[in-house]
Structures are given as C-alpha cells and as structure tokens.
C-alpha cells in the first residue's frame, strides 16, 4: 500500500493550496483519512481527520480556513487550505487506516509528505 500526496508549493500569506493524497495497492477498505503537518523543529502534529462516512475534526489553528474532504471510490484524501499564513509552513503528511481484502484489522500508512511554505 502507498499513500502519494501532491499539491504543495509556495503560496503568499493570504492565498489558497489544494493538497491531495491518493492511496493504492492492496486495500479492501479505508477507515479514517487525515493530514497532519511538521514545522521546521516541531513535532508533528494533527491539522484535520475525517472518516469513511465523512465526519471531520480540525485542529484549532485550522478551523475556519482549511476543509478536509475524501472520495472513497478513488482512496483519495484532499485538504483545501484557504486564508494561509506564514505559520502554515510545514512539511504536511496523509495517512490512512486501511484494511487489508478479507482482513479485519486496519494497518496504519503514512504518506511521504509535501512542503507547503507561506511567504511573501
């Protein structure tokens, strides 16, 4: 299983970001999908989840500007990031719980991460 997130780059305080994260390989099905996000000497921590049947949770910092969506017949997970500030930097990780074809137990993936930086 593998988890490719796409969408970061450098946007201006104030501006807008699409992240996306498309999950494949051997899946039967996918429970909660979610972004979390790394500051330069920080550590990593939850920016908003979501679940199969599309209940959200946001992290304080986020609520308002950012909106976590999926679409369960691609595996994919999106994050629309409005209103961006400087402090929106980071490197943002997916991840997943996905359960193997007959399986029923979830195994926890992570993405590679995509760099997000806020500046003028």
């Not at 969408?7 to 501006?15: A, C």
């Not at 994260?21 to 999908?33: E, K, L, T, V």
């Not at 939850?46 to 949770?57: E, F, S």
Request: with cysteine; charged share 15%.
């Amino acid at each position: 299983v593998q988890l490719q997130a796409s969408g970061g780059g450098l946007v201006q305080p104030g501006g807008s970001l699409r992240l996306s994260c498309a999950a494949s390989g051997n899946i039967g099905s996918i429970n909660a999908m979610g972004w979390y996000r790394q500051a330069p000497g920080k550590q990593r921590e939850l920016v908003a989840t979501v679940t199969r049947g599309g209940y959200t949770n946001y992290a304080d910092p986020v609520k308002g500007r950012f909106t976590i969506s999926r679409d369960n017949a691609k595996n994919t997970v999106y994050l629309q990031m409005n209103s961006l500030k400087p402090e929106d930097t980071a490197v943002y990780y997916c991840n997943a719980d996905i359960i193997p074809p007959y399986a029923l137990a979830y195994n926890h993936y992570w993405g590679q991460g995509t760099l997000v930086t806020v500046s003028s």
